[in-house]
Nanobody
Framework: QVQLVESGGGLVQPGESLRLSCAAS????????MGWYRQAPGKQRELVAD???????NYADSVKGRFTISRDNAKNTVYLQMNSLKPEDTAVYFC?????????????????WGQGTLVTVSS
């Protein structure tokens, strides 16, 4: 089994910063893309940012210049540094990982989601 455990959410005021972490654990052969998604009340889940195992990053236009995604491959951990937070960033943030897990006759592709962590930006 593989699981993703997120941490770092909370309540902050506009303009402040937060750092989210997400660690993958379990039976993992390799992790390809890791990313962060968010879902605000009444809205669809959307991609915030993702990063490949070689460090190529991709950001939603709404967070470019404010958020930075990074990862530690040795720890199978991805981070999201969120600066200059706005009320519209309020959402549940979900970690996601595309990975390979070993099975008896080879490897199996999995797309795994974390349980989500709430980020609230409010004065």
């Amino acid at each position: 089994q593989v699981q993703l455990v997120e941490s770092g959410g909370g309540l902050v005021q506009p303009g402040e910063s937060l750092r989210l972490s997400c660690a993958a654990s379990g039976s993992i052969f390799s992790v390809n893309v890791m990313g962060w998604y968010r879902q605000a009340p009444g809205k669809q889940r959307e991609l915030v940012a993702d990063i490949t195992s070689t460090g190529t990053t991709n950001y939603a236009d709404s967070v470019k210049g404010r958020f930075t995604i990074s990862r530690d491959n040795a720890k199978n951990t991805v981070y999201l540094q969120m600066n200059s937070l706005k009320p519209e960033d309020t959402a549940v943030y979900f970690c996601n990982a595309d990975l390979l897990t070993p099975i008896p006759d080879g490897y199996r592709y999995l797309k795994v989601w974390g349980q989500g962590t709430l980020v609230t930006v409010s004065s």
